[in-house]
């Protein structure tokens, strides 16, 4: 699975598109360069678009672009319109064009009490169903975006203080969310009661941090101070930090995905360092699903780190049989008829003298379609592959997410409509393993899933979601998981 | 040394930039199209513009962009504008605005004989020299490039056909070139007798390809036929191909820096395939710089293919210890004086889990000023290191390229006013190891270097320039190759 | 005084900004294209920015942009995507950049009972008030613009059917204003009940129109019907037009400065050619303040009109002593010091044959400030004039406007600080004459002005207010009328 | 005649499209400054691209856009890029986007001796020719301007010092030619034997300007000194002016269309007011051609200063019965088949009351294609005209030019396929009045035409060309001036 697709084809993108990213600083000069930076180290969580909203004791100032953070937030000019010493930001995949503005996060309001501004990380599973007992009390929405829901039930609130009311707001909606919040004197962080999508709490020489990875606080020397905890409300005022816990404490489920894909390996979430993880995942792979093979490749460079793992655990030569074009931008050639038919290899290239003649493991990170994992396996074979045995770093994903990632309907999984053989013959490998989900559940060193009490959200492998889908009705099945519900992230 | 080179703090660029890429087709419906896949395969040749000329039977269309191939010629409109069933391509570093365009390739004339295009890879060493010259016989220069000296000594050449113009044009220059050109029914490629630059020729369907690496044949799927000879002049017509050796033949010295960090890493070059050049350096370097260590950590990504080499030579495990940000656009932030303090860590971080309380040994290409190498290895001590031992997979550079690399002036390079300990002092490492010169040679598989009569172009690592210097007089030591001489690439 | 100002010197432009302009119409194919010519019509209300929506039978489409209409709506792909047979627009002066866009109008949203735009040109005199207890009910607000404040309240309404929120809405609103709104049946029209602003409503083959000028009928030969009356609310549909009376009738008061300066002289509006009007006024002008003099000239374009009346009134030789350079954009150089002391004249020239050595009468519409009055006397001295006799086309504007045009604070009008006698020192001119308010009542064919029930609103020239001014409080002699009050038109 | 088209039904303008502009300073601090302003007050000679020239005193910088001055040169950053005391600029008609840049004037070349810029209004009739005489020789051509070819023959000349280059190479050109060049030490400004475009010299406090028209020096309150003779070449540095006179030195023939369109009305002219000329062809035309009417009308902006000669020789009330959108950009809506059928009248619009019922003269400058006149006479018709007689302030124009103006083709000419008797029918009016040849000869004070030994050149008028016309061999009555011949001004 790739993180930055070119679809040549025209297709619909074979992967999984990234979620957001939040990231947010109270207590430092130039907070919003700090917030730039920061969310550049999140950049691999959403490419599209970013914003910052910033307030330096007098007014709020707000500033949205599409494109990458060091193309639009770097300039002098830029930051110079968002000062102040309190700001925070939000990265997100899709949306494109002018319009498409409205829908880039942080959101900011000027309610009665004064400025509030919000970025989100999640999908709220009961957001179109708000909006539309808000717009039947008045409420008038400016975007597609659930996240505007949670300003509007902040807004609507009858409670005074602001603490008060983003409480009384977040506990009105359902799903997964990691909040950040500024307002004139605080900045808030929220978890969902479950704690499906991550937030940590950093240091800078005094200033508090929230940020979803901590791979954002490495990149400006902060210290990790501690994850907030599922369904923790933080509270930081320039006095200090003060934890709420509004919500009964349900079992935490973090998204086990976040460890096979999304986080940056650098990161540690949740306690465990991604890359030592999805080296683990290798490893619990070539035990499971071991082969006699000359040479293991990655498919670069989500499937590295497994690759590496799998490779020492059979004792396999470790070679990058397989070169990454990094220049690849959204959208690349809309080719005539001919060019389409040449097999384009716009991303990846096989390295033919690492493969020529030999039995090659090929170790992906997941499969989606299909359609990817088809083309890399018939560059390889054209490339002299004697055997190509594909090996997935993760259990066949089956059903959709409705957490905050932009899955395709269950119908367009590859794993929802096929036995493994069946896949196999698919993507035309002499084999085929995924990983089980005990594995994965032992790679993050649990000692399995517990089927009780899941320790995670493995919805995506298994269809157990963990809260209620209220927007989907009984629709979960076959609709993709768009509009409202994921425009944003 | 790394490609893409985030200058955070406003210092020069501490690496070699790369050289240009160029790529030709005659032959082929949606010439354009072809030539566009192609470039984007020799981004990394070159990330700032690029251009396309191209025939349509009736006229000559022009292109040029600033920026990514895949951000500004995979747009219909473009692609639209630019017809025919013949076409050549360049992409090349710096120059940015919109003057800037004036220095873009390929250039076009309209001579008297017809229109002609031509893009180069190299310098010209005499370029200045010549340029004076034409401009006292009334030629006007619109660009600062010395491949439109070459096009002015076509244009004044005094032969009848353009095949003869071209060689009478390039008999009078010196240095390193790889050039296509592309009249009404000719494309005509060149390498210097040297063949200090790469060029080869392929086959798509029976339309002729020139590239300048294979890895822009395998993108589109056409089929590598061979080298051009050094000092080969190629004239391809639809009738087919005729060759011409205009020159005297001296020994071959193709660029051994091509292969240390130019060329990527699946293509093969002069017979060898980059990647295994590449892990052959690393072994050799594994056996002439040997050291106790707990794990090999690439500086990626041009470090990589060495430290898997290395890692496997002296059987230490290798290991993603540092995590490459691969969104680093062209500039990023200007920052505040209190965030240039905080040794922001723009495009690479520890991977702290892997590092910490280690013996690590760190493998890079090269080093140039280095800074970039004092930083990495503090980060890597500041992520827990019990020990870092820096190996290097070339030897040091220590004078300029004036023959198509952008190198800062001697007095810039490290290695030219340090000795190795000294050096190893400077970036603070526990022990500093260069690949020997012969070890290099090894590496590609010769028995070491002919000192009578060396087989490659090392003068960046000996000083020992293969052609005169004409427009460096006396000056060699001391001046960057700028201006006119280092436009182009 | 000046429509279009070039501030070569950085100061505050001395004239009166225009307002706005809406248009609509419903039930024809190419609705959006047919709002661009009319928007284009009534340019002159508005440069800065523009905006359509558009319903096409299934859903609203939005497009806004800064710039004049020819620039930004004329392009096939913005109209494209603003299909359907009905669609509303608006021309607004001020605002810029990106997030300027948000008070571009017309203002959009999906309400409980369907979508619905609205376009205003006017100033609401309560909006601030109405916006704090808006917010307090939990309302969120999307821009500076009192517009949005009108649709909050038809959000909030607990009427059930879309005309009844809209006079529910506008019943609790004071100013004045002239709307155009559209739900997916219905388009309606509106002014407030002293009918200060213009609209009128038109006939195209079938399809109405509302404009806010007659000359947004004549370019597309669309034709005149009617004015909508003062209080008047006409809600139009595919079946034909019914019109509300909700507001207990006062006596009209509409803005007699339409007739000095912002309409189009070929406009008819409330059944008076504005350019007939300003005829007179030239030649009540001519009765009012006669002087001995060689030639008139009009300070160009606006005084134009009353110059030909006071040349035919007082039988003098009317002439073009002053050019006018129409390509004056929007900002103009930043001039060093040196050249800021060379007098500029970037946008008018005298016409020194037409000028030296005879006495000059120069008619402009109005003085603001004074200063560009005293730089033209000025220049018209320097070309040799002998005598330079001034005469203005309404009393002196003494007051600010806070219905819907962006004037001076009242301590900034030269007439509100200082005698006409002390005016004619300050531009330095020989004599310095101003129609006065009777003349103007009698240009506009009254017997002279009515001072128990006056006839039209003419703040400006009496500071005697038709309405409250909520928002003001004491204020209202200081203030500009500025921020949430003026920031749309 | 109008300057500005919309070109609503995509037809081919109906007009004669502007020449070029041309200015330069020489002593001046902030020399591109007032550059900026001198071509701002000569942007109705070309309103699509400008470019400017400076030297510092180190180093010649270039800047050239698309646009408008006043949206384009007044940046301070784009200001800053062309320091120096001495400048020169053009403004130019035609070519839009990236590559047309490429024919954005001043051209620049370092030539042996050191830079050269020049700009040009005007057009070689041996451009051609002489172009590939000089590709023969080895010329490289880097745009299609025939500018580009006065800057090969300086670059080809033989002779030592730059002013005998420049006027080596103006002694082998023919036709129109008013040029302003810069070196390093001069400023050389040179008209074309005949003198058929205007120069002339200013001074601003010591500092030598050169300008195309008077108008130019008026904005900036510089002196008019006198004009450039025909013929005559003069070179200015920071010691004085000295004068050449290359030429044997025929009969001046200047244009005579610059009085009738293409100069301002505040401009003098050889002498001449270009208002006072205008009023006086109105005058003669209404003795030549008189009419029972009720009113006089001009077609805004071009025929008004006749109209009001006519209005003043005929005692006929003067009135702006056309209004005219001064807001119409470069293109306007392509508008679908219905919309096109509607008339729309984008530019010009009747007002009303000023026709209706009434005899109507209609002035204008002259018929091109006669497509506007035939819409203007229709649309005050409509507004209910009694009589139309259209009055016209030139003779027939039945030829095309060569001199630097973009006319149609003679075919397209209405005067060259039709009898008076016939136009008036096609355009539908009761009568139908040119001025004579003799007559417009009389209004810039002249007895009437020598046809022995003409005055001026009239060659649109006559087809009485006063130079050869070598690039247009037996072709000059079918051949649009175009190509090569037509792209610059």
Known sequence: MNDQVATAEGHEADCFHDECGVFGILGRDDAAAVVTLGLHALQHRGQEAAGI?????????????????????????????IP??????????????????????????????????????????????????????????????DTET?????????????????????TQIEG?????????KKMIGARD???????????????????????????????FVREIKPGEVVVITEGGIESHFPFEQPSPRF????????????????????????????EELALESPVEADVVIPVPDSGTPAAIGFAQGADIPFELGIIRNHYVGRTFIQPTAS??????????????????????????????????????????????????????????????????VDTPEKSKLLASRMSIAEMAE??????????????????VREPGRNNDSPQFCDACFTGDYPTVLTDQGDNKDNVRSLSLLANNG
Request: net charge positive; hydrophobic share 40%; proline share 2%.
């Open 53 to 81: 909203v910033a307030y330096d004791g007098t007014q709020f100032s707000v500033e949205r672009h599409i494109g990458l953070i060091g193309d639009t937030f770097t300039k002098r000019s830029v930051l110079d319109r």
């Open 84 to 145: 102040g010493d309190r700001a925070i930001g939000h990265t997100r995949y899709s949306t494109a064009g002018g319009e498409g503005l409205r829908n880039v996060q942080p959101f900011f309001a000027e309610l009665a009490g004064g400025g509030f501004a919000i970025a989100h990380n999640g999908n709220i599973t009961n957001a179109l169903t708000k909006q539309r007992e808000l717009q039947k009390r008045g409420a008038i929405f400016s975007s597609t975006s």
């Open 150 to 170: 949670i300003l509007h039930l902040i807004a609507f609130s009858e409670k005074q203080r602001i603490t008060e009311r983003f409480i009384d707001a977040i």
């Open 176 to 184: 997964a969310y990691s909040l950040v919040g500024l307002s004139q």
């Open 193 to 223: 009661p479950l704690g499906i999508r991550p937030l940590c709490l950093g240091d800078l020489d005094g200033a508090y941090i929230l940020a979803s990875e901590s791979c954002a606080l490495d990149i400006i020397g902060a210290r």
């Open 255 to 282: 998204c086990i995905f976040e460890y096979v894909y999304f986080a940056r390996p650098d990161s540690i979430v949740e306690g465990r360092n991604v890359y030592e993880v999805r080296k683990r995942i290798g």
């Open 339 to 404: 060019i389409r038919h040449m097999g384009v290899k716009l991303k990846h290239n096989a390295n033919r003298r690492m493969i020529e003649g030999k039995r090659v493991v090929l170790v992906d990170d997941s499969i989606v379609r299909g359609t990817t994992s088809q083309k890399i396996v018939q560059m390889v074979r054209e490339a002299g592959a004697r055997e190509v045995h594909m090996r997935i770093a993760s259990p066949p994903t089956m059903a959709s997410c409705f957490y905050g």
């Open 426 to 443: 698919f993507i035309r490998v002499d084999s085929l393993g995924f990983l089980s989900i005990d594995g994965l559940y032992r790679a």
